[in-house]
């Protein structure tokens, strides 16, 4: 929340695209003088205080994709592109209370479900999935693994998971802390990418406790890829 007055310090790491869930509507956000102000901007939400907002700090447009489903709320369906370079982003904050099913991690198994034909080849998913396999739920359809075994078969992998070499569940980086203590850390955000989009990763790194935790009870995921980098 309060994306106007944090922006400048994710800022520093000059992304090119931002994913943030809990953002504010586009009329709160006046941003502090001298913050560089994005070139797009697509923030989603009937709750003026908390949404979903993507913004471009690149020469990236972002365009939402007609198959669209506001069944599943905030997981939102992109087209993200410039002259060079164009992929699909499913930018996700898993949260539906409406929704009896559940609220959290069954929003993106329905979504990736309905939108399966738009997934393969230079594909990104990316956010807050509220939810790790530590939490499955025996026999459970659409839990957290469910959902990982889903995208495995598509072939679009943690990109977190890929870089460090580690299993689902065995995180070595928190991305949560809950109530802001450093006692209970989660790892509950991800980004998945697909198998060509993976050949291209560079870096992956999560923010340190220390550093975060004065603007949120989240630190960032920062993915880096070298889209020119020639595939072997």
């Not at 991800?190 to 999560?206: G, H, Q």
Request: aromatic share 12%; hydrophobic share 35%.
């Amino acid at each position: 929340m309060a994306f106007r007055i944090k922006a400048n310090y994710i800022l520093g790491h000059h992304p090119d695209i931002l994913i943030i869930p809990e953002c504010e509507h586009p009329d709160k956000l006046r941003f502090q003088e001298g913050t560089i102000l994005p070139s797009d901007t697509f923030l989603y939400g009937s709750n003026k205080n908390k949404g979903l907002g993507v913004f471009s700090y690149s020469d990236f447009k972002l365009q939402l994709i007609e198959q669209h489903n506001t069944q599943f709320k905030n997981v939102i369906p992109l087209r993200v592109f410039n002259d060079s370079h164009e992929f699909t982003m499913l930018a996700i904050w898993a949260n539906n209370p409406q929704d009896k099913d559940g609220a959290y991690i069954t929003q993106v198994w329905k979504a990736i479900n309905f939108y399966e034909n738009i997934l393969g080849e230079k594909t990104i998913l990316i956010g807050d999935f509220n939810s790790n396999t530590i939490w499955d739920k025996a026999r459970r359809i659409g839990n957290h693994s469910c959902v990982v075994e889903k995208l495995e078969e598509k072939n679009i992998l943690s990109t977190y998971h890929q870089f460090y070499n580690c299993e689902q569940g065995k995180e070595l980086h928190p991305t949560l802390y809950m109530y802001r203590h450093q006692t209970r850390p989660y790892h509950i955000d991800y980004c998945f990418a697909s198998s060509d989009l993976i050949r291209k990763l560079i870096k992956v790194e999560v923010g340190q406790f220390d550093e975060w935790i004065h603007f949120s009870d989240h630190s960032p995921l920062i993915v880096e890829f070298d889209l020119q980098k020639i595939e072997k």
